[in-house]
């Protein structure tokens, strides 16, 4: 993709990571100065659209990125979305955690995240939380609906995330919309973890919208799975 386009493209993502609105390309040039002209910036939207990184929502003037936009932004962009000073205020949130719990690692993956959070083990010992519905209905994506669709699946998260996730090894892995394996999860992103529980799997996951930051909460996952595992190295030499 030509250099200008992947600018284009950048600021179209990060606006509407921002906002959660579609982008339109005079609040674009407005915003980002970019060394082109407005009409420019049209154009290369017209042929973003075209190639498939933009889609127009009904008849609104802006456009919104697709899958394949979040998965190009992430791939070309992503470790610079996530600064050393956010890294540090995440570690030191995470030092003031004193219960190990399953439970609390999912409210703390939704609190860092302010989306879904999810944790757990399968097997014998099945332990399978979810917390942070109260994130996701403060963002405008789950307004219309999703975030009943969400309640209305919860009961079966915990054997779908077994299905899909409950042999998974110690890897991070961002599936966006329709990537998502879980079908009632498609309109979303999920980014998920596994670990190992003394010989039973486990998962870590954050839902939320496809707006979501990427990196910082591939960073929130594998901090919090560190974290696990230190735990159950603590527990072994008790």
Not at 54 to 67: K, M, V
Not at 111 to 126: K, M
Not at 166 to 183: A, Q, S
């Amino acid at each position: 993709m030509q250099e200008r386009r992947k600018k284009i493209l950048k600021a179209v993502v990060k606006e509407y990571q921002r906002t959660g609105e579609p982008v339109a390309s005079s609040d674009l040039a407005d915003r980002w100065h970019f060394d082109f002209s407005p009409a420019t910036v049209r154009a290369e939207m017209l042929v973003l659209d075209k190639e498939g990184f933009l889609e127009q929502p009904h008849t609104s003037a802006g456009r919104l990125p697709t899958d394949k936009a979040f998965r190009f932004f992430i791939e070309e962009f992503g470790e610079e979305d996530f600064s050393r000073s956010e890294q540090e205020h995440v570690l030191a949130r995470m030092r003031k955690i004193h219960d190990d719990s399953m439970k609390e690692m999912a409210q703390f993956l939704a609190d860092c995240s302010r989306g879904l959070g999810l944790s757990g083990v399968f097997g014998q010992a099945a332990d399978f939380h979810g917390a942070g519905l109260g994130w996701l209905a403060e963002e405008p994506e789950f307004e219309d609906g999703d975030l009943k669709n969400i309640m209305k699946c919860f009961d079966s998260l915990e054997d779908d995330f077994n299905k899909f996730f409950g042999d998974m090894d110690e890897e991070t892995e961002i599936y966006i919309g329709r990537e998502n394996p879980i079908k009632y999860l498609r309109n979303y992103s999920l980014v998920v973890t596994g670990f190992d529980n003394d010989g039973e799997r486990g998962v870590l996951g954050i839902l939320g919208p496809k707006r979501m930051n990427y990196r910082k909460n591939k960073f929130v996952l594998e901090e919090t799975r560190k974290r696990v595992n230190k735990q159950k190295t603590v527990n072994n030499k008790q």
